[in-house]
């Protein structure tokens, strides 16, 4: 499984965009890139999926260069609801490691007003 | 999205007692459940895959003896935490696995809102 790397922590305002970058070197050829978010003694909340280019949902932004070693998260206009550990995750979610996520130290979003 | 539950939320108990955690998959059947812990201020640490049906893999220096995991259903998982000590404190997240060969779909795994466990 490859290994993330992530900021452990990160300020923001309300209101400003955030972007978050996530780096996995090491990523097979198989495998996706996910995005958790995580408020405290709540499990972690599905935000975004993607394997290359860009990804767009409601919530946020994902955007993956053409050599797929590193990825953004990108927030668009946080709130203080935003404040939470954010986990970036890669792996092949179906076949191989029969769908295990392995998480790493995840990054620490602070919103301030 | 899909719903999975955790029963209790919220345990206390005394060392040397055993206590026994549910994770349900509410609206869709899960071949695969994964059970976590994680301490304060730590991330998630996988401590076994449960295989509806079959023995539980557990990842390594996670103790089977002490932490039994049973699959009896595709909506059920438990986890048993036998003879708790204080220091099996923790927050443990079920994790429940949908179809995989459904790529229409982005999420396929969903998460459990935990349990935390105080031993005393």
């Known amino acids: 499984l490859a290994k993330t790397t992530q900021p452990i922590s990160m300020d923001s305002y309300e209101g400003q965009e955030v972007n978050i970058t996530c780096s996995h070197n090491?990523?097979?050829?198989?495998?996706?890139i996910t995005w958790y978010q995580q408020f405290p003694s709540q499990g972690p909340r599905f935000i975004i999926q993607g394997y290359k280019t860009k990804v767009t949902n409601e919530v946020a932004s994902l955007f993956i260069p053409a050599d797929r070693k590193s990825s953004t998260l990108s927030l668009p206009r946080v709130s203080l609801s935003d404040t939470a550990v954010y986990y970036c995750l890669v792996g092949d979610m179906i076949y191989n490691q029969g769908g295990k996520l392995i998480f790493g130290q995840g990054t620490e979003l602070s919103v301030k007003p | 999205g899909a719903v999975v539950s955790q029963h209790p939320s919220r345990v206390i108990c005394k060392s040397g007692t055993s206590v026994k955690i549910e994770c349900r998959s509410l609206?869709?059947?899960?071949?695969?459940m994964f059970w976590y812990r994680q301490f304060p201020k730590q991330s998630l640490m996988l401590m076994a895959t449960s295989n509806e049906g079959s023995k539980a893999t557990y990842e390594q220096g996670v103790e089977k003896d002490k932490f039994l995991i049973n699959h009896a259903s595709l909506t059920l998982s438990t986890l048993t935490v036998t003879s708790a000590h204080p220091e099996d404190s923790s927050f443990y997240i079920c994790?429940?696995?949908?179809?995989?060969?459904?790529?229409?779909?982005?999420?396929?795994?969903?998460f459990g809102p935990g349990t935390r466990l105080l031993v005393l």
């Open positions: 994790s429940a696995r949908s179809n995989p060969r459904d790529r229409m779909k982005q999420e396929t795994q969903y």
């Open positions: 090491n990523i097979a050829t198989n495998d996706y």
């Open positions: 609206d869709f059947q899960a071949t695969t």
